[in-house]
């Protein structure tokens, strides 16, 4: 039971690449979110889906798309990154059912420099 | 506006003493509020959590009490340990879609041996 992976680790992109950054989660549950943390600032929410086949924006979505491919995976994508994005990405998954528990749980993030 | 606020950015104790953790949050539609535990390089963690019809929850070492007039919880650690020096997050949800989460900035803690 490994919980929320993600893939990759550690990525350097240049200004104006892209790429997609994975989440996966073997809880069975039907929330999952995306998060950046900032030095002084907390975790902010990017996107989020309540559900499989749903996804909203969150307090920052700009500059990014999600897919929520299955109830197991939620992947972010930054399609021309800039160095505003440098950060540490955290995918999170919560809920068995969607009413229940407010706890989410973290994967180990993933951390990003855009040169 | 910071709706979740955590003024302290760090703060040092000595083992074996007690660690309080503050929070403060400006929304009165917040229903649920957690802790989350982080060291460096990994995901925050669940530490604790409380619902605003209580107004403490104990786990093991870990208290947290809430008072709503205040609009502040705060989180005791008893005794503290070395291993507990971490990053703590405090965050609250409003039961809305999806159970959104709003974190604070987060405190330091560092319990000297």
């Known amino acids: 039971n490994a919980g929320v992976t993600q893939t990759p680790k550690f990525q350097v992109l240049k200004t104006g690449q892209s790429m997609t950054l994975q989440c996966a989660q073997d809880m069975n549950h039907n929330s999952m979110y995306w998060y950046r943390q900032d030095p002084g600032m907390g975790l902010r929410l990017i996107y989020y889906?309540?559900?499989?086949?749903?996804?909203d924006k969150g307090e920052v979505p700009n500059g990014y798309n999600v897919s929520r491919l299955n109830k197991r995976e939620f992947s972010l994508r930054l399609e021309s990154a800039a160095p505003s994005q440098t950060s540490v990405y955290f995918c999170a998954s919560s809920g068995r059912e969607a009413t229940s528990t407010d706890t989410q749980y973290f994967g180990p993030g993933t951390r990003l420099t855009v040169l | 506006d910071q709706q979740v606020k955590q003024n302290s950015p760090s703060l040092s104790v000595q083992e074996g003493r007690i660690s309080i953790l503050n929070c403060d949050y400006t929304n009165s539609m917040f229903d649920y509020f957690l802790w989350y535990k982080k060291y460096p390089a990994e995901g925050p963690t669940f530490l604790i959590s409380?619902?605003?019809?209580?107004d403490k929850n104990e786990d093991g070492r870990f208290t947290v009490f809430l008072n709503k007039s205040a609009k502040h919880l705060s989180l005791h650690i008893v005794p503290s340990q070395p291993g507990d020096s971490a990053v703590y997050f405090c965050?609250?949800?409003?039961?809305?879609?999806?159970?959104?989460?709003?974190f604070g900035s987060g405190t330091q803690l560092t319990v000297l041996p």
């Open positions: 409380i619902s605003s019809i209580k």
């Open positions: 965050a609250a949800s409003d039961g809305g879609s999806a159970r959104q989460l709003t």
């Open positions: 889906s309540a559900s499989e086949g749903t996804t």
